[in-house]
T-cell receptor, first 114, second 118 residues
Framework: GAGVSQSPSNKVTEKGKDVELRCDPI?????LYWYRQSLGQGLEFLIY????????KSGLPSDRFSAERTGGSVSTLTIQRTQQEDSAVYLC????????????FGPGTRLLVL | AQSVTQLDSQVPVFEEAPVELRCNYS??????LFWYVQYPNQGLQLLLK??????LVKGINGFEAEFNKSQTSFHLRKPSVHISDTAEYFC????FGAGGTSYGKLTFGQGTILTVHP
């Protein structure tokens, strides 16, 4: 079946612009996670959704970052007023239920802020 | 806060040799443990996971890992590597919150690049 998909695969933007990153989880997966992979910080947790609610937003690095999930499916991560330090690969993962179930990762969106 | 240490950033090895990639975590509470692999220009793929029970866990592609609670370690091993095992390997931990359950938030190590030479 289809895996986790993310779009766009690559995004180049200018400092100060807003960007939206999209994640389509595996159908039926209730849990959705966003992570960020950067050279300096490695792989970091950003936010977790259970259904449409986000019980844990503790990893969002600043208030410029926000995310939502609608219909228990698609999620959008928005970065406002992008900065060069936001350059990274943003990964989305989903699992059938939260906890010990395997998280399936998407291919990521590579964001470059000039 | 939970932390994960992968002791080797790079491990070069010859084909058909054994390999061990080391991982230590900080939490003394109950945890779930995972190893993920990232092949060049691909996404993360689960190799194996420890949830409970037997401390020796077998995964895909001939990999296995052993959970050692007293040493808070979860080292990954393969008795004979192939060229195709060249990739970056990540150890990850999901710990239990105050409610005694895990919701799956993963804390990753910095990764170990395994390079298999012919």
């Amino acid at each position: 079946g289809a895996g986790v998909s993310q779009s766009p695969s690559n995004k180049v933007t200018e400092k100060g612009k807003d960007v939206e990153l999209r994640c389509d989880p595996i159908s039926g997966h209730t849990a959705l996670y966003w992570y960020r992979q950067s050279l300096g910080q490695g792989l970091e947790f950003l936010i977790y959704f259970q259904g449409n609610s986000a019980p844990d937003k503790s990893g969002l690095p600043s208030d410029r970052f926000s995310a939502e999930r609608t219909g228990g499916s698609v999620s959008t991560l928005t970065i406002q007023r992008t900065q060069q330090e936001d350059s990274a690969v943003y990964l989305c993962a989903s699992s059938l239920v939260p906890g010990k179930e395997t998280q399936y990762f998407g291919p990521g969106t590579r964001l470059l802020v000039l | 806060a939970q932390s994960v240490t992968q002791l080797d950033s790079q491990v070069p090895v010859f084909e058909e040799a054994p390999v061990e990639l080391r991982c230590n975590y900080s939490s003394s509470v109950s945890v779930y443990l995972f190893w993920y692999v990232q092949y060049p220009n691909q996404g993360l793929q689960l190799l194996l996971k420890y949830l409970s029970g037997s401390t020796l866990v077998k995964g895909i592609n001939g990999f296995e890992a052993e959970f050692n609670k007293s040493q808070t370690s979860f080292h990954l091993r393969k008795p004979s590597v192939h060229i195709s095992d060249t990739a970056e390997y990540f150890c990850a931990v999901s710990d239990f919150g105050a409610g005694g359950t895990s919701y799956g938030k993963l804390t990753f190590g910095q990764g170990t690049i395994l390079t298999v030479h012919p």
